[in-house]
């Protein structure tokens, strides 16, 4: 029997509000990576947004479910960001990557570290930066979804998470959408797939602006 293909985990990381949940639904629905590149869905404690249904965004689980599941060792990685536990579920990810089936994992930078220290040569990582700190803010402001406190709590880990982007292999600066979602296809189609996504070079490691 033909070895199964090695899978890739694709891993998103990026400040919230960088745009990194519109990218990665585009690219999850681009007709070349249907079937190739799963999402896997992520468990957490914070609470739902208007429109997050349980088992598509997350799971969203208590605090006390979360830690006995820690307990368990049913997280491939778990970390705590904005006061609320987010973690990636072992079996299903695993079950993917035993399959051979490409897996995305749109998660923080401390949790993207753990995967690719889990998976040595098999993650492809990649940033997503607004063009300004000033756009940044104003992206969060405008979703409405945030407290004074918490957009402030999310400002400064932002500034935090930006120091991260030169341990990624990819750094895309997401001041135009569509501009943002060619250069993320190209990469991902590139590198895990070996073809270069919507007929174009591919792009060399670095920054894509
Ligand atoms: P949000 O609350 O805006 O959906 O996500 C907040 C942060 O948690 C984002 O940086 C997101 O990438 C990260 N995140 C979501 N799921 C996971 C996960 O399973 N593990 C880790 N480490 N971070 C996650």
Same mark, same amino acid.
């Given at each position: 029997m033909p070895a199964l293909p090695k899978a890739k985990i694709v891993i998103i990381s990026g400040p919230s509000g960088? !745009?990194?949940?519109?990218?990665?639904?585009?690219? #999850?629905?681009?007709?070349?990576?249907?079937?190739? *590149?799963?999402? %896997? +869905?992520? @468990?957490?404690t914070r609470q739902k947004r208007p429109g997050e249904r349980h088992g598509r965004e997350y799971l969203f689980l208590s605090p006390q479910s979360f830690e006995e599941k820690i307990k368990k060792g049913y997280f491939l990685e778990w970390q705590k960001v904005f006061d609320h536990?987010?973690?990636?579920?072992?079996?299903?990810?695993? @079950? #993917? +990557? /035993?399959?051979? %089936? /490409? =897996? #995305? #994992?749109? +998660?923080?930078? /401390? $949790?993207?570290?753990? =995967?690719? $220290?889990?998976?040595?040569g098999r993650a492809l990582r990649i940033f997503i930066k607004p063009p300004s700190m000033k756009v940044? @803010?104003?992206r969060l402001k405008a979703r409405g979804s945030e407290s004074r406190?918490? *957009?402030k709590k999310r400002l400064n880990v932002a500034r935090r998470e930006m120091r991260e982007a030169v341990n990624y292999d990819h750094v895309i600066v /997401?001041?135009?959408l569509k501009k943002a979602l060619g250069? *993320?296809?190209?990469?991902?189609?590139?590198? =895990?797939l070996g073809v270069?996504?919507?007929? !174009?070079?591919? *792009?060399?490691?670095g920054t894509a602006t």
């Open positions: 960088c !745009g990194k949940t519109t990218l990665h639904k585009a690219l #999850l629905a681009s007709p070349a990576l249907k079937g190739k *590149l799963v999402k %896997t +869905i992520s @468990a957490t536990y987010y973690g990636t579920p072992k079996k299903r990810a695993q @079950a #993917l +990557i /035993n399959k051979g %089936t /490409n =897996v #995305l #994992l749109c +998660i923080d930078v /401390n $949790g993207a570290k753990a =995967v690719a $220290g889990e998976f040595p940044l @803010a104003h406190e918490t *957009l /997401n001041g135009d250069q *993320l296809k190209k990469i991902v189609c590139s590198e =895990v270069s996504g919507s007929g !174009g070079r591919s *792009l060399s490691r």
